[in-house]
């Protein structure tokens, strides 16, 4: 297993950048494919950014992706988020995820574990608002 918390979360001014953390605890075998989740009030989650820690590949999705950077410090087994030109449609809590390496060919593909979201871990998320 591994635990997942997430941090970084901040209320900004739109123009402005955010880093989010996610420091995983425990097996790092589930810390081989992770992603970072949003939902914002009254709408479903969202995948926005993937990340195979191992070797490095990255896959983003939705209407933020051109703003977004998706890392892993492995010395420090922590997920991150850049956030660049925050927007108040960036407004959201925002949500680590992590599994272990893929197990069907589906899930070698970054952009489908961003839609499917069967991710097995989970974090309890860190508030990102943005004001205009």
């Known amino acids: 297993q591994v635990q997942l918390m997430e941090s970084g979360g901040d209320s900004v001014q739109a123009g402005g950048s955010l880093r989010l953390s996610c420091q995983a605890s425990?097996?790092?075998?589930?810390?081989?494919?992770m992603a970072w989740f949003r939902q914002a009030p009254g709408k479903e989650r969202e995948g926005i950014a993937a990340?195979?820690?191992?070797?490095?590949?990255?896959s983003y999705a939705g209407s933020s992706k051109d703003r977004l950077t998706i890392s892993y410090d492995n010395s420090k087994s922590t997920l991150y988020l850049q956030i660049n030109g925050l927007e108040p449609a960036d407004t959201a809590m925002y949500y680590c995820?992590?599994?272990?390496?893929?197990?069907?060919?589906?899930?070698?593909?970054?952009?489908?574990?961003?839609?499917?979201?069967?991710?097995?871990?989970w974090g309890q998320g860190t508030q990102v608002t943005v004001s205009s």
């Open positions: 425990g097996d790092t075998y589930y810390t081989y494919t």
């Open positions: 990340i195979f820690t191992s070797g490095g590949a990255t």
């Open positions: 995820a992590a599994d272990g390496p893929p197990s069907q060919a589906r899930d070698a593909r970054l952009m489908y574990r961003l839609q499917d979201a069967n991710f097995p871990y």
